[in-house]
């Protein structure tokens, strides 16, 4: 099992995945799990005349990559694209597919390739014990950042542990 480790410098520890997560589904079931159902027991709070949820989304990129192939099979051209959510991903990549322009241009035919696609998500958390802290969800990393109380390495840790993808 993959265990979380030091990094030098601010106070944040990283865990690489032994596998990384399969495909986007699967990352978005993670990050929708934690987003709901709240397992780090994180608080409302309210800040600049506004309620955040416990666990609020920062930040989220999804990368698609594509590669465009010959009659002969010879790679002709790659492309990447980024989108800031799920539903933008899933489009663009049917999108860029289905583009007849973009295929014309680089004389070969676009090939999806779901392997090489990145994904991650900045969610800000709020400890019951008041404190804000950081947790990135990649798609072959978890990295706990800005806290200071080992406690809440300790209930992501156990978290982590519990989620079949995030050994």
Same mark, same amino acid.
């Given at each position: ?62 990368? %698609? ?39 014309? %241009? ?21 400890? %019951? ?39």
């Amino acid at each position: 099992m993959s265990q979380f480790r030091n990094r030098p410098g601010t106070k944040s520890v990283v865990r690489r995945l032994e596998q990384p997560f399969p495909d986007i589904t699967a990352f978005d079931t993670v990050l929708r799990s934690l987003v709901r159902k709240n397992p780090l027991g994180c608080k409302s709070y309210a800040a600049a005349k506004r309620v955040h949820p416990p666990v609020e989304i920062v930040r989220q990129m999804y990368t %698609a990559k594509f590669v465009y192939l010959n009659d002969n099979g010879k790679q002709v051209g790659t492309g990447l694209d980024r989108y800031d959510s799920v539903e933008g991903y899933e489009t663009g990549v049917a999108a860029v597919i289905s583009n007849m322009a973009n295929i014309a %241009a680089h004389r070969g035919k676009v090939r999806h390739l779901p392997s090489g696609d990145l994904f991650s998500a900045l969610l800000k958390c709020h400890d %019951a014990d008041g404190e804000m802290y950081f947790l990135s969800l990649a798609r072959d990393r978890l990295t706990l950042s800005s806290f200071k109380d080992d406690r809440i390495v300790k209930r992501v840790r156990k978290w982590a542990d519990g989620e079949a993808l995030l050994k």
